[in-house]
Nanobody, 124 residues
Framework: QVQLEESGGGLVQAGGSLRLSCAAS????????MGWFRQAPGKEREFVAA????????YYADSVKGRFTISRDNAKNAVYLQMNSLKPEDTAVYYC?????????????????WGQGTQVTVSS
């Protein structure tokens, strides 16, 4: 069982940066693939970024590639999402997710545990 808690969201102007953090409980955190998703009002939850358990591979949605960076620190049971050059269309609730199976997934159903989310609002 893994419990996830996001933090670091807030209000930022377009072009600004935010760093989201996800704190995880559980002794086997390092064995989980981790992902970030987001959900804007009236839209489905969408994939943002993912990282495999050993940080050997990272994946990004095309919409954030080159602007967002996912990382993890297994010693601290944490995963991060550095968001630069933010745009108003990045406004959403951002969710941290963990998957037990090896590898990664672009799909919501590929993850077993979810945080409660943190709001990111980018003003124009």
């Amino acid at each position: 069982q893994v419990q996830l808690e996001e933090s670091g969201g807030g209000l930022v102007q377009a072009g600004g940066s935010l760093r989201l953090s996800c704190a995880a409980s559980g002794r086997t955190f390092s064995r989980y693939g981790m992902g970030w998703f987001r959900q804007a009002p009236g839209k489905e939850r969408e994939f943002v970024a993912a990282i495999t358990w050993g940080s050997s591979s990272k994946y990004y949605a095309d919409s954030v590639k080159g602007r967002f960076t996912i990382s993890r620190d297994n010693a601290k049971n944490a995963v991060y999402l550095q968001m630069n050059s933010l745009k108003p269309e990045d406004t959403a609730v951002y969710y941290c997710a963990a998957r037990r199976e090896y590898g990664f997934s672009f799909s919501v159903v590929g993850y077993d545990y979810w945080g409660q989310g943190t709001q990111v609002t980018v003003s124009s």
